[in-house]
């Protein structure tokens, strides 16, 4: 996720995801009753694992919703750098959850592969019609979600987005098996649940693979990045001791400027705060610390 992104309150930030995901949820909730009736109707393996997979979308919009609330409050004494990585280990929460799709998708598939025989499944137009109606709706979900993660630099918003993009997939595999089905396939409906599994073990990885540096606080951006920002303003001969953390969007960081011995402690101050706000404003930083020394000729060191 790139952490370059518009300036924008952590207040309104935290609102604009609450709603994004309560939209969601009202949404993949009008998903979940429309793949019932679907299995319903047709007693798929297939459409009954994306049942669970649309529930579990569900659910995690409402879990998300709880740590995208205590992400959006500000530091405090037991958090001094405020809350957002808890929107992170929400996101790690959401694989949780993909975990058990996968293990339940797998294991009803090969139940149906070694039991003999298959049971008849009826397919009638109506089911298909259904399932194509919950895939576009799924598809805008995602979509839109997505946009709002990126302009937004939620990783909750992300990993949710990916969750809901594996579930256009998914239903994409459904309704090549159902149509298989009715071509006289029937091992096509637990074979499309495999696949299934394998697409949401794919969304799992790629959100474990974004979160866990946000949590083991890998550098957020490039050290010249900063560097240049901070020589942008004037006043700044040097640059060092550049550290950076946290999640895109809501991240910290931290740096020593050197100004001229000449400039007085208010003046260097000045500068300190002119740094401070052309960097946040231009990466998104919830915090820029920025300590000021003389120049190492200013106080006769050699450079």
């Known amino acids: 996720m790139n952490p370059m992104r518009s300036g924008i309150g952590a207040k309104e930030r935290g609102g604009a995801i609450r709603r994004a995901l309560v939209l969601v949820l009202v949404l993949n909730l009008a998903a979940v009753a429309i793949k019932l009736l679907a299995w319903r109707l047709s007693g798929s393996l297939s459409v009954g694992g994306e049942v669970v997979h649309s529930g579990l979308d569900a659910g995690n919009n409402m ?22 990585k808890f929107e992170t280990l929400g996101a790690l929460l959401v694989v949780g959850f993909l975990a058990i799709t996968v293990f339940e998708l797998v294991r009803g598939a090969v139940r149906r592969l070694v039991g003999s025989p298959f049971p008849p499944l009826e397919i009638s137009p109506t089911v298909l019609v259904l399932i194509l109606v919950s895939l576009a709706l799924s598809m805008a979900v995602a979509t839109w979600e997505h946009a709002q993660a990126r302009k937004l630099g939620s990783p909750i918003l992300e990993a949710d987005s990916a969750h809901t993009r594996s579930d256009v997939w998914a239903t994409l595999a459904v309704l090549a098996g159902l149509f298989l089905t009715r071509a006289g396939y029937p091992t096509a409906d637990p074979l499309v649940a495999l696949v299934i599994a394998g697409f949401i073990a794919l969304s799992g990885w790629r959100i474990v693979r974004s979160a866990v540096p946000v949590l083991v606080d890998e550098r957020l951006v490039e050290p010249g990045i900063i560097d240049a920002l901070a020589r942008s303003v004037e006043g700044v001969a040097g640059c060092r001791e550049i550290r950076s953390r946290g999640p895109a969007g809501t991240g910290f960081v931290e740096m020593v400027i050197e100004v001229e011995g000449g400039i007085s402690v208010a003046g260097g101050h000045e ?9 946040a404003a231009k990466l998104g930083a919830a915090g820029v610390s920025v300590h000021v020394e003389p120049t190492p000729r200013s106080h006769g060191v050699r450079s």
């Open 63 to 84: 879990m998300a919703l709880i740590f995208a609330r205590i992400a959006g409050l500000g530091p405090d004494d037991e958090h001094p750098y405020g809350h957002a």
């Open 271 to 279: 500068i300190a705060d002119e740094v401070e706000a052309v960097v």
